[in-house]
């Protein structure tokens, strides 16, 4: 529920590189802060997603966390997912 909180957590938890692939969503989606809310994670549709970053957000909040490098990897799967390689 607190993704910042959950981001420093990985990042304490991560002695080399972590991979990470979350779901994001386009600018036009988020608010002024770069998130997209759902309220005890009601409003999206899988019922337990409480925050969505778009991806210069995400970048941003690794970055904030602590990881010193952040790449976001080649994409694959769903158009609303990344994969991210931080150390």
């Excluded at 969503?25 to 759902?38: I, K, L, N, P, R």
């Excluded at 009601?42 to 690794?62: D, F, S």
């Amino acid at each position: 529920q607190d993704p910042q909180a959950g981001l420093k957590s990985l990042r304490a938890l991560t002695t080399y590189t972590l991979l990470l692939r979350t779901s994001v969503v386009e600018a036009e989606g988020a608010g002024s802060d770069g998130w997209a809310h759902y309220p005890d994670g009601n409003g999206h549709p899988n019922g337990t997603v409480w925050h969505r970053p778009t991806r210069e957000q995400m970048e941003i909040e690794l970055r904030r966390a602590g990881f010193s490098t952040v790449q976001m990897l080649p994409h694959e799967g769903a158009n609303d997912e990344d994969t991210w390689r931080c150390e």
